[in-house]
T-cell receptor
Framework: GAGVSQSPSNKVTEKGKDVELRCDPI?????LYWYRQSLGQGLEFLIY????????KSGLPSDRFSAERTGGSVSTLTIQRTQQEDSAVYLC?????????????FGPGTRLTVT | KNQVEQSPQSLIILEGKNCTLQ??????????LRWYKQDTGRGPVSLTI?????NTKSNGRYTATLDADTKQSSLHITASQLSDSASYIC??????????FGKGTKLSVKP
């Protein structure tokens, strides 16, 4: 079956612009995660959604970052007023449900470059 | 503070040779530990997962070990192939499902 897909694969934007990154999880997976991977750094947790529960936003670095998940499926990560330090690969993962033992399946990522 | 440290940061080996990657963690309480392989430009893919009661787990040429007492894990790759060139990420999970990622070891296998 289809894996996790993300779009766009690459995004170049000017400092100060807003961007939207999209994630389509594996069908039936109730948990969805967003991570950021900066050059030479490990993955940094941003936010996760589990079903209809309120999302865990504890990893969002600032209020310029927000995410939503419509209908328990597709998710959009929005970065407002982008800064150069936002440049990174943004990875989305989905899992049958939240929990450390449930494997997370990752998408290919969106490479964001802020100029 | 929950941390996962990996070593070496990068490694170059010749095709056909074996290698071992290390992971030390301070995550507590501990639920499980995963090794992921991340090819350039791709998302991470899970290789193995171990709970605290498991000492070793294999996936083809990949063998992971876990010592929950010393909080150390290793990933051993046997008879390396060019396709093994990738970043290998150690990920430790707490009981709440929180994942702590290491920065990865970048492995290059040369012909």
């Amino acid at each position: 079956g289809a894996g996790v897909s993300q779009s766009p694969s690459n995004k170049v934007t000017e400092k100060g612009k807003d961007v939207e990154l999209r994630c389509d999880p594996i069908s039936g997976h109730t948990a969805l995660y967003w991570y950021r991977q900066s050059l030479g750094q490990g993955l940094e947790f941003l936010i996760y959604f589990q079903g209809n529960s309120a999302p865990d936003k504890s990893g969002l670095p600032s209020d310029r970052f927000s995410a939503e998940r419509t209908g328990g499926s597709v998710s959009t990560l929005t970065i407002q007023r982008t800064q150069q330090e936002d440049s990174a690969v943004y990875l989305c993962a989905s899992s049958p449900r939240v929990g450390g033992y449930y494997e997370q399946y990752f998408g290919p990522g969106t490479r964001l470059t802020v100029t | 503070k929950n941390q996962v440290e990996q070593s070496p940061q990068s490694l170059i080996i010749l095709e056909g040779k074996n290698c071992t990657l290390q992971c030390n963690y301070t995550v507590s309480p501990f639920s499980n530990l995963r090794w992921y392989k991340q090819d350039t430009g791709r998302g991470p893919v899970s290789l193995t997962i171990m709970t605290f009661s498991e000492n070793t787990k294999s996936n083809g040429r990949y063998t992971a070990t876990l010592d929950a007492d010393t909080k150390q894990s290793s990933l051993h790759i046997t008879a390396s192939q060019l396709s093994d060139s990738a970043s290998y990420i150690c990920v430790v999970s707490g009981y709440q499902g929180n994942l702590i990622f290491g920065k990865g070891t970048k492995l290059s296998v040369k012909p």
